[in-house]
């Protein structure tokens, strides 16, 4: 790709990308099961490749030609991707995935000033952005024999994505973010035509700063969050032409810092005319998103299907105050009132043909109003057409 405005010098950007895989994969029947491989990337990032910035004459500070060369980049990486499952005949399945990724970037272009406007003679001007980032992923599925019509899978992860600037001037935005999440999905089929699910989540991510000195001041501790999550579903087939089913979504998540000690002036935590409370985690925003989904569907002759609901949702978002010292609800909350009324249809020929269509409105009145916020009410149509040949 080539493209860059204002001049015809600047209109000479490439970016090229390379990417070699070398994959495996046993067969799906075997009780025992694998699939996996490697990967190699390469990227070369040149935002003046076709001009020689030293037969140029030396722009004055403000110019953006030597800074464009400036993020040129050279981009490395190699990583690994297994994926192992193991079946029993009794119904227990454990599946076992890992990925580990090394991306290695390098800003080699720089220039040494001479004496001009806005410069000091002999001074060296580099792209200090020299990064590794390293990125682990662990995440295992537990799945139970069925009894009674009831089908249980547990699983869990954790994620370790490290981020280090090799030069000293970036040294401190070297940190680590570590992810945790855990689920349950629980399907019920007391009948044929009748479905139920619950699905539950929970995730929480932290970041730690390698120096912690060097985000006392001003004061700027790592964040934290995290996530609960619940979708109950309820799906009633009571003709084999005629379906309702609902959803109950509920997400609960919080985001904020780590209050940690190392992240304080020592001479503030031993000033006995202060009271610091330290190493705790102080959520600064948090929400309760809630959504309700009603829908009935209608097939005609197997290849056309009709469906009409609507959903309504409530967001409770809140932010802390430090004057109020309390949570205080933001406009940024969908509020009390979100409908949105939908009817749909799909129809398939027998070549390979789709044709869908979705006609809904959505009404928005943020906070019921309290805070003047506008009242949304609009319509949107969607039409899809498709050929596979």
Request: glycine letters at 8%.
């Amino acid at each position: 790709s080539e493209a860059y405005p204002d001049s015809n010098i600047l209109r000479d950007h490439r970016n090229r990308k390379h990417t070699l895989n070398l994959l495996a994969k046993a067969d799906s029947i075997m009780t025992f099961a694998y699939s996996g491989g490697l990967r190699i990337h390469w990227e070369y990032e040149d935002y003046l490749h076709r001009h020689n910035l030293g037969s140029i004459p030396e722009p004055d500070k403000g110019d953006s030609l030597y800074w464009a060369g400036l993020r040129d980049y050279r981009e490395t990486g190699f990583g690994m991707t297994h994926e192992v499952t193991r079946n029993w005949r009794s119904g227990w399945k454990v599946r076992y995935f890992f990925d580990v990724y090394r991306e290695k970037a390098l800003y080699p272009f720089f220039f040494i000033t001479r004496e001009s406007s806005g410069w000091t003679h002999g001074d060296t001007v580099r792209n200090d952005d020299d990064h590794y980032w390293i990125t682990l992923q662990h995440t295992a599925d537990l799945t139970l024999p069925e009894f009674l019509r009831l089908h249980v899978v547990f699983s869990g992860g954790y994620a370790n994505n490290s981020s280090l600037f090799t030069k000293s001037t970036r040294s401190a935005g070297n940190n680590r973010t570590r992810t945790y999440n855990l689920g349950v999905t629980i399907d019920y089929e007391p009948t044929d035509k009748l479905l139920l699910r619950e699905i539950a989540k929970a995730e929480a991510s932290v970041t730690e700063y390698s120096f912690p000195a060097f985000h006392r001041h001003p004061f700027d501790p790592p964040p934290y969050s995290r996530m609960f999550s619940s979708v109950t579903k309820a799906r009633w087939r009571i003709t084999p032409r005629v379906t309702v089913q609902g959803e109950l979504e509920e997400v609960y998540w919080d985001d904020g810092y780590w209050n940690g000690r190392s992240y304080y002036d020592p001479d503030t935590l031993f000033d006995t005319t202060a009271v610091v409370k330290t190493d705790y985690y102080a959520v600064s925003r948090k929400s309760l998103d809630s959504w309700l989904t009603l829908l009935g569907r209608f097939v005609f002759r197997e290849r056309l299907s009709v469906s009409a609901g609507s959903k309504f949702g409530n967001v409770y978002y809140r932010e802390w105050d430090s004057f109020r010292n309390g949570y205080v609800e933001n406009a940024l909350g969908i509020g009390p009132l979100y409908v949105e009324p939908f009817i749909e249809a799909r129809a398939t020929g027998e070549n390979g043909l789709y044709l869908g269509g979705r006609i809904k409105r959505v009404v928005h009145d943020p906070l019921g109003g309290l805070n003047g916020e506008a009242r949304e009410d609009y319509w949107e149509v969607n039409l899809v057409c498709t050929l596979l040949f």
